[in-house]
C-alpha cells in the first residue's frame, strides 16, 4: 500500500529566508506526486505535481518541488519565503487502486509559519 | 470557469440524525472523490465516483454513503451520525480520475458538527 509521511508538523521561517518542507513517500511502481496548499477554512489547493521527467518541478506561487528517487523524497521548496505563504501543507501520492481507479493518499500535513 | 461548490459550507447535527452533503464538479469533470478532514486524522479517502459508479471506496463503516447522477453532481450521506463524525469534508473533482494528467480540484468543504 501506498503511504506518506511529512515528519514534521510545523515549520518555522523568517520572512525572505528560504523554505523546505519535508515529504517522502512508500509506492510501488512509479509515483504520481502532489503538494497541495490549505489556507484557514479553505479547500486543498493544487501547488504542483510530478508525473515524470524532470526531477525539479516548478509550481504556482514561486514553489518548487524535488524528486528524489533514491531517497524516495519530494521535498516542497520556495527561495524566499513570504508571510502570506503561512499555511498548511499537504504531500500526497497517486496510486492505482484497481478497477480503473486511482486514490490520493495525503501525509499528515506540515503547518508552515513564516515570521515578519 | 467555476471551481469545485460544495454545499453547504456548515452544518450542526445531533447524535443519531443523518446528514447529506452535496458537491458540483467542475464541468466535465467526471471523477468526484470524498475525503474526511480530521486534526488526528488527516485526510482519509471515502470514495470515488465515475460516470455514477462508485470506483473505489475507502475504510469507513457502512454508514457512509454516497451517488452521483448522470450531471456528475455528487452526494454523500452519513446515517446515525456520531461525535467522531464531526470533520470537514472535502470533495475533489478531476477529469477522469486516471491519466497522467489529471490533478484532483477541491471544494471549499463542508464543516460537519456533531453534538
Known amino acids: 500500500a501506498q503511504s506518506v509521511a511529512q515528519p514534521e508538523d510545523q515549520v518555522n521561517v523568517a520572512e525572505g529566508n528560504p523554505l523546505t518542507v519535508k515529504c517522502t513517500y512508500s509506492?510501488?511502481?512509479?509515483?504520481?506526486l502532489f503538494w497541495y496548499v490549505q489556507y484557514p477554512n479553505r479547500g486543498l489547493q493544487f501547488l504542483l505535481k510530478?508525473?515524470?521527467?524532470?526531477?525539479l518541478v516548478k509550481g504556482s506561487y514561486g514553489f518548487e518541488a524535488e524528486f528524489n528517487k533514491s531517497q524516495t523524497s519530494f521535498h516542497l521548496k520556495k527561495p524566499s519565503a513570504l508571510v502570506s505563504d503561512s499555511a498548511l501543507y499537504f504531500c500526497?501520492?497517486?496510486?492505482?487502486?484497481?478497477?480503473?481507479?486511482?486514490?490520493?493518499?495525503f501525509g499528515k500535513g506540515t503547518k508552515l509559519s513564516v515570521i515578519p | 470557469k467555476a471551481g469545485v461548490t460544495q454545499t453547504p459550507r456548515y452544518l450542526i447535527k445531533t447524535r443519531g440524525q443523518q446528514v447529506t452533503l452535496s458537491c458540483s464538479p467542475i464541468?466535465?469533470?467526471?471523477?468526484v472523490s470524498w475525503y474526511q478532514q480530521t486534526p488526528g486524522q488527516g485526510l482519509q479517502f471515502l470514495f470515488e465516483?465515475?460516470?455514477?459508479?462508485?470506483?473505489n471506496k475507502g475504510n469507513f463503516p457502512g454508514r457512509f454513503s454516497g451517488r452521483q447522477f448522470s450531471n456528475s453532481r455528487s452526494e454523500m450521506n452519513v446515517s446515525t451520525l456520531e461525535l467522531g463524525d464531526s470533520a470537514l469534508y472535502l470533495c475533489?473533482?478531476?477529469?477522469?480520475?486516471?491519466?497522467?494528467?489529471?490533478?484532483?480540484?477541491f471544494g471549499q468543504g463542508t464543516r460537519l458538527t456533531v453534538v
Open positions: 509506492v510501488s511502481g512509479n509515483p504520481y
Open positions: 464541468s466535465g469533470h467526471r471523477s
Open positions: 475533489a473533482s478531476s477529469l477522469t480520475g486516471q491519466g497522467v494528467n489529471t490533478e484532483a480540484f
Open positions: 500526497a501520492v497517486r496510486a492505482y487502486s484497481g478497477a480503473g481507479s486511482y486514490q490520493l493518499t
Open positions: 465516483y465515475f460516470s455514477e459508479t462508485q470506483r
Open positions: 510530478y508525473i515524470t521527467g524532470d526531477n
